[in-house]
């Protein structure tokens, strides 16, 4: 099996280098051999890559290139080298100096035939230390692009899956944000027992919103960008039934209520068959200055315990606008997501008090007597007496 894919691995260079679209009509022998073997595409291009140091190559203008590592092809066509073991190799001689090259790829082989790829791998590490011991030198003077990759795509459950990889400066930052978004949230409703990923799930989420809200995001097709949700006036006023979110993606009413409290609204009157009728103008729910004077008066998230600022918060309706609540300073309050979920979803209430500052009544399980409770932590304004 090493053999036959140490040749299969050199038959595939040479393709590659007489011209792989003009043989086959494939952009790369990767792809010509993912259908051919029915291959995944990484397999594919891992074998290909893998062959490609251990066979001589040619330059953008023909040039002959010697192989990387011409010794060890010789031993892998012979099944004596694992495909961990060739990688290893080739990964040492990759940062060796041309001129030692053939030492270390001799003595590497020499060590290979009695050991493991991870005893190489530690000779190999010896050696570069040796050969380098104030460390590689840095192969350009321009500072190098930064490794930044990210793929974020919808499963057919609803649940989104995000993967990526960053350069150390953009981690460090992230973590750093994520961090600070994830701390537990011990308030006067109890602990937090969020697990640690579910704390950085909900840091994540409030990031999302802190970038949406900011004023230098950038637009698209002339909006600022936003997250379409389509519900029926009756369904949003009841609570029952479901709403579409953006372009394939559906929520409950009762998520649409929530999120309803401080949005962008343009109301529309469908026909049978659904189609647009009428549509009317965009007005927004919390226009800027009730939101300035909420900034002011609650200093940030309202909640009895919460920290949170104004900037990661969102106004919510005491009374809800769906049943007819006004938006106006004596019907809103500033809250934070996390905050804003909990008391739509629990036995917590929120009102106005007689000196114009909102309050809260906790459920009756936390308290009998449901004696109302403020958030005491925010700077007050300084007044001046």
């Known amino acids: 099996m090493r053999s036959c894919e140490a040749a299969l691995g050199a038959l595939l260079v040479g393709v590659e280098q007489r011209g792989v679209m003009d043989l086959f009509g494939y952009r790369s022998v990767a792809r010509l051999l993912e259908h051919l073997a029915d291959l995944p595409r990484q397999a594919a291009e891992v074998l290909v890559k893998r062959a490609r140091h251990l066979q001589p190559g040619l330059a953008l203008d023909g040039t002959p290139l010697p192989a990387l590592a011409p ?9 004596r080298l694992s495909n961990p073991m060739i990688d290893t190799i080739v990964g040492v001689l990759r940062d060796t100096p041309l001129e030692h090259r053939d030492r270390v790829e001799q003595d590497l082989l020499g060590f290979a035939a009695d050991a493991g790829h991870k005893q190489v791998a530690v000779l190999g590490a010896r050696i570069l230390a040796h050969l380098h011991p104030d460390g590689q030198p840095p192969q350009e003077t321009e500072p190098a692009r930064p490794d930044r990759e990210l793929s974020l795509r919808r499963k057919r459950s609803g649940v989104w899956e995000l993967h990526g990889r960053f350069d150390d400066e ?16 011990s308030t006067d409703e109890g602990p937090d027992l969020r697990s640690p990923l579910e704390r950085y799930g909900d840091a994540f989420s409030d990031a999302m919103d802190l970038a949406a809200n900011s004023p230098e995001l950038p637009m698209q097709a002339g909006e600022r960008a936003h997250v379409m949700v389509a519900i029926s006036l009756e369904d949003l006023k009841t609570g029952i039934g479901k709403a579409i979110l953006g372009d ?17 609204i343009i109301p529309a009157v469908l026909g049978s068959h659904s189609e647009p009728l009428d549509v009317g103008r965009l007005r927004r729910l919390v226009p800027p200055g009730i939101r300035r004077a909420l900034y ?3 200093r940030g998230c309202a909640f009895p315990g919460c920290h949170r600022p104004p900037r990661h918060c969102q106004g919510h309706h005491i009374r809800h606008w769906s049943e007819g609540g006004p938006t106006e ?3 809103l309050v500033l809250m934070c997501a996390h905050h804003h979920r909990l008391l739509h979803r629990s ?8 000196d114009g500052l909102p309050e809260f009544l906790p459920p009756t399980w936390l308290d009998k007597r449901r004696k109302p409770r403020r958030n005491n932590l925010h700077e007050p304004l300084p007044f001046a007496a």
């Open 71 to 79: 010794e060890v092809a010789v031993v892998a066509r012979e099944g």
């Open 170 to 185: 953009t981690g460090t930052r992230a973590s750093a944000v994520l961090d600070a978004l994830a701390q537990r949230r």
């Open 248 to 264: 394939t993606g559906s929520i409950s009413a009762a998520e649409a209520r929530l999120h309803a409290c401080d949005c962008m």
């Open 296 to 298: 002011l008066r609650d």
């Open 329 to 331: 300073l004596g019907n």
């Open 347 to 354: 036995g917590w209430e929120v009102r106005i008090a007689a």
